[in-house]
């Protein structure tokens, strides 16, 4: 299973005063001055599907509910582009990972009359780094090498030290003794099954627990119109403040106390679903400060990179019955455009879409887009040559750069506190809680996590949990 995905949540806070713009256009008022306790709305801080979910559920059970968002659109990291009218493109999550009926997003899917198809790991071709198909017994020797890493990592986790993801591995495959072309192997499918999936690179997840997740069984389902039906569907009614960014969150009162650039708002409780990324950056200043243990979780779990580059062709000049198109690089090229995504029978439309995880996918994001494609179309030129044309748009990410982000998606990175995810889900005073996948220790990484996560939030708050 792979594609975790760049969650949904991006960091946001409404100014008192000021008109917002809510799912089905609501706006609210100034919250402050002698308002009663009674009278004050629930604070939710991001318009993604953690936030959309918590405050969905919180007005559902008959609370006041105000969303802050600082970008100026709904869904944070599901992000369904509409540049190109024909085809819409999630910049961000993309699949319902596991799409049978335990998947909450399967029935959601559903309530909001979202229109999906499956893609395929079985669809695929790979290809060598002078362009050829890899031969049967090149085929054999990768399942071999697979198989071999499988094991290295099963066999370290028995251990109780941790190190290296990577580290791991070679050991446990004697990698310095293997053939170059078995290491290229081996590197190709350590970016492709374990840095593609978890954003963080090899030489930073944790040995023991980089994969200490839970799945659902099912297939990869996509929508056609993109992730955010899901989003829209959840904020129709809610009270939704676009571009309003949080600068510090008051607690030490009974109430709390939102401010932003351009005034504050007053709740009887915040719901704080920005991204680990945003957490770790320090933009938000909390009063009191975070407690030791919560600040060590946030810094002890890792923010990863996995971009996108979509590129759109007059014509598709590639195998349009296979889905995934993987490529081995050069040693000197390791982790660089080795797996792509062809949207030709899915949607009909001439789009091949490039992923870049960790390392190789945060340099990228110092590049323009025009030296990206022309890397990228290194790459496609080497496996189908020289005179396959040249895109005619492209759409590419960053979302490492991005403010209201800092990265696609959280990691278990070696070192990190035991029960860090608990840790930093953990409700403070009864009135500050948190949501986001980064929070939740069963389905991190996945959309579905950031769901699961909204919905236990806003339990709380319904409960008046605390530690």
């Known amino acids: 299973m792979k594609r975790r995905e760049f969650l949904a949540m ?3 806070l409404a100014l008192a005063g000021c008109g917002g713009a809510g799912g089905d256009g609501q706006s609210g008022g100034q919250t402050g001055g002698g308002t009663s306790p009674a009278a004050l709305p629930v604070i939710v801080i991001g318009a993604g599907i953690a936030g959309l979910a918590t405050a969905r559920q919180l007005a559902d059970a008959g ?4 969303v802050l968002e600082a970008r100026n659109r709904l869904g944070g990291r599901i992000h369904t582009s509409s540049k190109w009218a024909d085809a819409p493109l999630d910049l961000g999550a993309t699949w319902i990972h596991g799409d049978g009926a335990a998947n909450p997003l399967t029935g959601l899917a559903q309530k909001a009359a979202a229109r999906t198809t499956t893609t395929s790991f079985a669809r695929d071709t790979a290809y060598d780094a002078d362009g050829h198909v ?5 085929q054999a020797t990768m399942t071999r090498l697979r198989t071999e890493m499988r094991a290295a990592v099963t066999a370290y986790q028995e251990s109780t030290s941790d190190a290296p993801l990577r580290d791991a591995i070679y050991r446990g ?3 310095a003794n293997k053939a170059p072309f078995e290491q290229r192997l ?7 099954t374990y840095e593609h999936e978890y954003s963080g690179p090899a030489t930073e997840l944790s040995a023991l627990n980089f994969d200490s997740d839970s799945r659902f069984t099912g297939d990869e389902r996509l929508f056609l119109d993109g992730y955010g039906v899901l989003t829209s569907y959840l904020a129709k009614g809610l009270d939704v403040r676009l571009e309003q960014i949080v600068s510090a969150i008051n607690y030490s009162n009974e109430t709390v106390t939102v401010t932003t650039g351009q005034g504050t708002i007053q709740g009887t409780a915040v719901v704080v679903t920005v991204p680990l990324g945003v957490l ?3 933009a938000i200043q909390f009063s009191p400060a975070l407690p030791a243990d919560k600040l060590n979780a946030i810094n002890g779990l890792g ?3 996995l971009n996108k580059c979509y590129l759109r062709f007059p014509v598709a000049f590639w195998d349009t019955s296979a889905d995934w198109i993987n490529y081995v690089p050069a040693a000197a090229n390791r982790g660089e455009w080795a797996e792509w995504l062809s949207l030709a029978r899915v949607t009909g439309k001439p789009v091949l879409l490039g992923f870049n995880a960790a390392d190789y996918g945060r340099s990228l994001e110092k590049l323009s887009d025009s030296e990206i494609v022309a890397r990228a179309m290194q790459t496609l030129r080497a496996i189908y040559g020289n005179a396959i044309p040249a895109p005619v748009d492209w759409q590419i990410t960053r979302w490492m750069s991005d403010p209201f982000a800092r990265g696609a998606y959280s990691f278990n990175k070696l070192g990190a506190p035991v029960g860090a995810r608990t840790t930093l889900a953990a409700p403070l005073s009864r009135r500050v809680y948190f949501a986001g996948e980064a929070t939740d220790a069963k389905y991190f990484q996945s959309v579905h996590g950031a769901y699961l996560s909204g919905l236990r939030a806003a339990n709380e708050v319904l ?3 605390t530690t």
């Not at 609370?63 to 105000?66: A, F, G, P, S």
């Not at 081996?186 to 492709?192: S, Y």
């Open 134 to 138: 890899l031969t049967s017994a090149e």
């Open 186 to 192: 081996t590197d190709h499918l350590i970016n492709t």
């Open 173 to 175: 495959v004697d990698y």
């Open 303 to 305: 923010m990863g990179t």
């Open 280 to 282: 770790q950056s320090g």
């Open 63 to 66: 609370k006041k509910v105000v």
């Open 463 to 465: 409960n008046q949990k």
């Open 10 to 12: 991006a960091g946001g």
